[in-house]
């Protein structure tokens, strides 16, 4: 899972592959991804667990 992110002339890597919660480390799925105002959000989920993730990044 490792998506390109792309804004204008950047490019950013958003790679998330498992679950940070100690003892569970399960896959991670893209459930949603979204720009507004400066931030690109991708949310992600974990298939084991079901707890959900999301990155921020500034542009």
């Known amino acids: 899972m ?6 204008g002339n950047r490019q950013f890597n958003v790679e998330m592959k498992k679950c940070i919660f100690k ?4 896959e991670l799925e893209e459930i949603s991804y979204y720009e ?3 931030w690109i959000t991708v949310e992600y989920q974990c298939k084991k667990c079901k707890r959900k993730f999301t990155v921020k990044i500034e542009t």
């Open 36 to 38: 507004r105002n400066n």
């Open 23 to 26: 003892g569970c480390q399960g």
């Open 2 to 7: 490792g998506d390109e992110v792309k804004n």
